[in-house]
Structures are given as structure tokens and as C-alpha cells.
């Protein structure tokens, strides 16, 4: 499946925000936690949530989604080894500590998902060891088991990652005892799991210092349950607005979950204008070289960067991406590259340093600008999820007509994507 995007025009509109993909999908295995149903309104209808609901389905859930909302009904566990999928994302790593809490044991696929470098999976089966869990690593499997129940403990993170901190609240919910999660991740998804969590009778608080505090309860109960808006989307939107020359009205984004990107944004030249039900990006003049550094939330999310680097083309001057999460995420300079983008990419940091300093990390990317990108005629390939996203936005950005071969990743996070953009004014067709 490919897209056929001819690009080089302003686009001009107002777009509304999906469900968040990161947020929905953990939710979903929230739900496995308690025997009475679940419904989650602003339910999205993408890969990856396709790729959990057969998780959730083959451990016994029953799954009605209808108008844009979902129930999600477990009765009984029916399966708690899930060894094979029909594909793979992160998620079955998380199902652990609900098949844990009410099985007693657990076992699921090593993990797929974005093809960018080393996951911290450590740091999730750690989390559950220290709940008392034994665990084991097999050539295509995850397997642990506490056929006494798991206990409360104290798990101090080495870096605030988003998985295992909800890995460790997922378990720890239900586990006998307090459980104390230490430099935990606090994104806007984690937060919501959160507040779902609480509403079906779990006892969670936020303490200072990236601290959370849970008491186990022994039952969970069923919850209605909002998801949030993906972030990723709007700042996606955003940056094509701004990189165009147009202005989009992104409804439903939150100004509370873009705090760091809507600086950036003013940083560099742009402007957003937050009014009743979302937030307005355009750009009022030229655009000027910055220099973001990506950090844990309520830092520059590393998921920005990709569209951030297509806005940076356009830009007077040479802008930094100094990347701290993953060690290895600048693929998509090729594409860009292939679009004329002047970019280069190393592993010296910046002034500031990270905890890849000295490691030879390729993971500062430098963007000289602007450059008129034009790609008239070529294909490309799409990497993985964010890298995908980015080959339309410089297809949009740039002039000329090209193919997007492999969309079908693309459509794993962002929904109806083609649609919603040819509302707004874009050139894109879908072709089988």
C-alpha cells in the first residue's frame, strides 16, 4: 500500500486529534485488571490498537467497539501464555502484571514495535522481579510467575521510562502491600492511566521528585474513561502548518501537554494562538535556527524531534536535535537527505551533556536552512512509525510528486491520516 502525495502548497483548516495511540493501547491492558467491563470513549481506530485488542481477546477479553468508544469485558483469564501475535508492538510486556495479578503467571512475546534501537527491557522485568516475581528471558518469549500473589516494594528506575513505570503500576495496583516507583515517568498518558486506575478503585499518589506511591487494593472495578488527544498528532500538525506556510486550527490539542513544544515553536520564528476547544499554529514571518534537546516529559518529546527536523529545513541558519532518550534515532536523515534536506548527523553533544556522553552515540543531528526541498519523481520506503510520518510531511513541504511505499506502517498511530490531510488542503491519494 503507498501514498501518491504531490506537495508544495500551504495547508489551511482546522484538523481534529484522534485518540492518543500511546495512551489507548495501555489503557486497553488496564482493563485486563478487574472482571467487570471497561469502556473507553475517543477510542482511535489504528494499527496498533488492532494489534492489543488481539492481545486482549486471546487472554480471554470480549471487545465491542462502536461510535468511536470501546468496552472491554475480561471476565476470566482464559489464556495466560500469549506467545504469538499475528504482529507485534511493545504492548504484550505490559499485559505481565495483570495476567500476573489475577493467573499467577505470564507469558508473551519479546517485544516489536518502532525499529529504533535498544528498549530499556530491563527495567520493566526488574520492576517485576522486585514485586517478587521470577522472570525468564526465552529465544521468543517473556515468562514470569508469582503463584503467591506479587508484593509491594520499592523499584527505583535508572531512567524514567515510560514503559516501566507503567509496567510497574500495573502490577503494583493489585499486589499485597505499598509499593514505592522512583524517578517514574510522568507523560500525559501515564497520568491518565493513572486517573483511570484510581476511578476503578486503586489508591495511587504523585509524590515530589518523580516519586509514586501505590497502595495494593484487592479488587479493581469497571470504569468509563476518557483517553486523551495524541500529542504527537498535534505537534505533527503543527509542524506542517508552520513548515507550509499555512495555518491549521488542531482541535483538541491541549496546551498543558505541548508546554515545551509551543516554546520551541515561538523560539523558532513560529506562532500558536490557544483558543476555545485547541490551539492555532501559522507562521507570521521567516523562520530562525534553533537548538532542542529531547528529555523526559515535561521535556521535548523525543517522538517531536522527526517532525520538528522537516520544520528545522526551513529555517535561517544551522539548528541542533540533541537526542537523550534513544541512542540511535536519526534514520530518517537519509529521507531527508533524498528531499535535499543539508543535514548531518553525529555523536559529539552539545554543551549540554547526556547519558550517552562519550558513548560515540550517533544522536545530535544538525539541519542547515532553508533549503527548498523537492523529491519530484522519487519513492521512498517508509523505517517504522515516527520516520513514516515525517516522509509525508516533506513530501507536503516539498515540490513535486512522489510514492510513499509501506503506508500500512503509518497507519499503526495516525488514523485516517490520508483523509484528514486532503481536508487541509493536501495532495494525497492511497493506493492499494
Request: net charge neutral; hydrophobic share 40%; glycine share 10%.
Amino acid at each position: 500500500m503507498s501514498f501518491i502525495v504531490h506537495g508544495g502548497r500551504p495547508l489551511q483548516g482546522e484538523v481534529k486529534l484522534a485518540g492518543s495511540k500511546n495512551g489507548t493501547t495501555k489503557l486497553m491492558v488496564a482493563a485486563l485488571l478487574t472482571d467487570e467491563p471497561c469502556t473507553l470513549h475517543n477510542f482511535p481506530s489504528i494499527g496498533d490498537v488492532a494489534i492489543t485488542a488481539e492481545l486482549c481477546r486471546k487472554i480471554g477479553s470480549v471487545i465491542t467497539i462502536r461510535d468511536g468508544s470501546a468496552t472491554i469485558h475480561t471476565p476470566e483469564i482464559k489464556q495466560n501464555k500469549v506467545v504469538e501475535l499475528s504482529r507485534r508492538n511493545r504492548i504484550p510486556i505490559l499485559a505481565m502484571g495483570p495476567l500476573l495479578a489475577r493467573a499467577g503467571e505470564a507469558e508473551v512475546p519479546i517485544l516489536g514495535g518502532d525499529k529504533i534501537g535498544p528498549r530499556p527491557v530491563d527495567f520493566h522485568l526488574d520492576a517485576l522481579r522486585a514485586l517478587g516475581a521470577t522472570v525468564e528471558v526465552t529465544k521468543t518469549s517473556y515468562l514470569a510467575r508469582a503463584p503467591q500473589g506479587l508484593r509491594g516494594a520499592s523499584i527505583s528506575l535508572p531512567f524514567p521510562s515510560v514503559g516501566a513505570t507503567e509496567t510497574s503500576i500495573l502490577a503494583a495496583v493489585l499486589a499485597k502491600g505499598e509499593t514505592t516507583i522512583t524517578n517514574a515517568a510522568l507523560e500525559p498518558e501515564i497520568i491518565s492511566m493513572v486517573k483511570m486506575l484510581q476511578n476503578m478503585g486503586a489508591i495511587i499518589e504523585l509524590g515530589a521528585n518523580r516519586d509514586i506511591y501505590i497502595e495494593g487494593v484487592s479488587k479493581l472495578r469497571g470504569v468509563v474513561h476518557e483517553i486523551i488527544p495524541d500529542r504527537n498528532e498535534a505537534v505533527s500538525f503543527a509542524c506542517l502548518a508552520i513548515a507550509t506556510g499555512g495555518e491549521i486550527l488542531v482541535r483538541g490539542a491541549i496546551q498543558d501537554h505541548l508546554i515545551t513544544f509551543l516554546n520551541a515553536v515561538r523560539r523558532v520564528g513560529a506562532e500558536y494562538r490557544v483558543v476555545s476547544g485547541g490551539i492555532v499554529f501559522f507562521r507570521p514571518g521567516p523562520l530562525r535556527a534553533i537548538t532542542v534537546t529531547t528529555a523526559p516529559h515535561p521535556g521535548f518529546m523525543t517522538d517531536w524531534q522527526q517532525p520538528f527536523a522537516v520544520l528545522l529545513t526551513q529555517a535561517q541558519g544551522i539548528s541542533y536535535i540533541h537526542e537523550t532518550i534513544y541512542e540511535d534515532r536519526f534514520a530518517y536523515a537519509e529521507d531527508l537527505r533524498a528531499f535535499g534536506a543539508r543535514i548531518s548527523v553525529a555523536y559529539e553533544c552539545p554543551a549540554a551533556q547526556c547519558r550517552f556522553f562519550g558513548k560515540k552515540c550517533n544522536h545530535v543531528a544538525a539541519i542547515e536552512g532553508p533549503v527548498e526541498l523537492n523529491a519530484d519523481g522519487k519513492e521512498f520506503h517508509v523505517r517504522d512509525l515516527r520516520s513514516g510520518m515525517i516522509d509525508i510531511i516533506a513530501a507536503l513541504v516539498s515540490k513535486g510528486k512522489m510514492r510513499i511505499e509501506g503506508v500500512d506502517e503509518i497507519d499503526r498511530g495516525y488514523e485516517r491520516i490520508d483523509e484528514r490531510l486532503r481536508k487541509l488542503g493536501g495532495d494525497i491519494k492511497r493506493e492499494e
